[in-house]
């Protein structure tokens, strides 16, 4: 069974440190995205990788940094944690293929980290 | 940029009933995929169905399908003979390439017994 796995499901956090979020797919998928999720606006893209050391900012980057060392890695970084950042945060995985390709472009998702930060 | 609505933030249905859920969409890409995922009460989000823009015919899931309407920039989601396990967030959302997803804001649907 195909599994994204993320490390933390639930994490308190004080403002000003340094948070880690880790994502792990088993599945050799090229893509892994970061996506945060607040009720009434859905979810949000942070960044996205499709591939090892490459990444792309999504629609709300900021206060955000990742890490893809290795192809099953995908990790999120706040910085310095602010209030405004407790929410939600899911990760996602899938193959690369053209937009028409069979089996790809379907996002397989972790079961999310629900960040607080006092 | 894409943008996709939900403009049903709540909706209820009863067990065995039919309920239908709206989402329209907007974009100038005439080449895209559109998604309905399921998002159940603290367990991850699956995918329920999907379209491709290119196809004239609905998809349809065992009890779910589609009522694609390109030209009206429409994409909803029937859910028939509706169960207890049904109950859960559902977000359309949008691709048109390298994955990425936008997403709507949602609609929670609950299945009351």
């Known amino acids: 069974d195909v599994k994204v796995t993320q490390s933390s499901r639930y994490l308190v956090k004080r403002t000003g440190e340094k948070v880690f979020l880790e994502c792990v797919q088993d599945?050799?998928?090229?893509?892994m995205f970061w996506y945060r999720q607040d009720p009434g606006l859905g979810l949000r893209l942070i960044y996205f990788s499709y591939d090892v050391k490459m990444k792309e900012k999504g629609d709300i980057p900021e206060g955000y940094s990742v890490s893809r060392e290795k192809k099953e890695r995908f990790s999120l970084i706040l910085e310095s944690a602010s209030t405004n950042q407790t929410s939600m945060y899911l990760c996602?995985?899938?193959?690369?293929?053209?937009?028409?390709?069979?089996?790809?472009?379907?996002?397989?998702f972790g079961a999310g980290s629900r960040l607080t930060v006092l | 940029a894409q943008t996709v609505t939900q403009s049903q933030p709540e909706m209820s249905v009863q067990e065995a009933e039919t309920v239908t859920l709206s989402c329209t969409y907007d974009?100038?890409?005439?080449?895209?995929?559109l998604f309905w995922y399921k998002q159940p009460p603290s367990r991850q989000m699956i995918l329920v169905i999907r379209?491709?823009?290119?196809?004239?015919q609905n998809a349809t899931e065992n009890r779910f399908s589609v009522n694609f309407q390109k030209a009206a920039k429409s994409f909803s989601l029937k859910i028939s003979d509706s169960q207890l396990g049904d109950t859960a967030m559902y977000f359309c959302a949008f691709m048109k390439s390298l994955g990425r997803l936008t997403f709507g804001e949602g609609t929670q649907l609950t299945v009351n017994p």
């Open positions: 996602a995985s899938s193959l690369w293929g053209r937009l028409y390709s069979s089996g790809a472009n379907v996002l397989t």
């Open positions: 974009t100038s890409e005439n080449n895209y995929y």
């Open positions: 599945m050799d998928h090229e893509n």
């Open positions: 379209q491709e823009a290119y196809k004239q």
